[in-house]
């Protein structure tokens, strides 16, 4: 049995949690960051913040970012410019569902020895554990979900059409199999 080689400087990843309303295991989060991070190429020095915050800390963040009243559940920032989203192999866009693979290494990542900040993610945990039961199942589902789907967006994904909304759904499916495990319900059921 040979050794894997070594990787290069894995990112860091910093968990806040500013909130008093749901306990919030940081270490778990940062381990799910950190893991989906090195899965998808993200190493060289990057940086990423999640902080965990208040429905009135979210409220206010939603208004302002993206002129809606009201708390969400997870919004994400990029600092130095976002990658190209990753992509699928056609076969798993295909598809749909399955695992995804990396048809290559994420594009625009900076690189070199200098960190680089990816940028932050926002989480309200009041809100994920108000929709948990008819979306990902268990308010730590629902987490990890969140986790998972605002790194997605730093790193260019996006679900506003349906063709872009599928691919960010296999991968959030294949990232959460791979490192956090099976959710209660299925959070894409239409």
Do not use: K, N
């Not at 090195?38 to 009135?56: K, M, N, S």
């Not at 997870?74 to 989203?85: H, I, Y």
């Not at 063709?163 to 199999?177: K, S």
């Amino acid at each position: 049995m040979s050794a894997s080689p070594p990787r290069g400087p894995r990112a860091t990843v910093h968990v806040a949690d500013e909130q008093d309303a749901v306990d919030v295991d940081r270490t778990r989060w940062a381990r799910l960051a950190s893991a989906v991070l090195d899965e998808l190429g993200v190493d060289a020095g990057a940086e990423l913040t999640v902080t965990f915050v208040d429905e009135p800390a979210m409220a206010e963040l939603h208004v302002a970012h993206l002129g809606v009243p009201g708390p969400t559940d997870v919004l994400s920032f990029p600092v130095d410019g976002e990658a190209a989203a990753p992509e699928l192999t056609e076969a798993a866009a295909a598809a749909g569902t399955g695992t995804p693979r990396l048809a290559g290494r994420l594009h625009g990542l900076p690189t070199g020895p200098e960190p680089w900040l990816l940028g932050d993610i926002v989480v309200c945990p009041a809100v994920a554990v108000r929709q948990a039961g008819e979306h990902a199942g268990t308010p730590d589902d629902e987490v990890a979900l969140l986790v998972v789907h605002g790194i997605l967006h730093l790193l260019g994904l996006d679900h506003a059409a349906d063709d872009e909304r599928a691919v960010m759904q296999a991968w959030e499916r294949a990232l959460l199999a791979r490192h956090h495990g099976p959710t209660a319900r299925d959070p894409w059921a239409a």
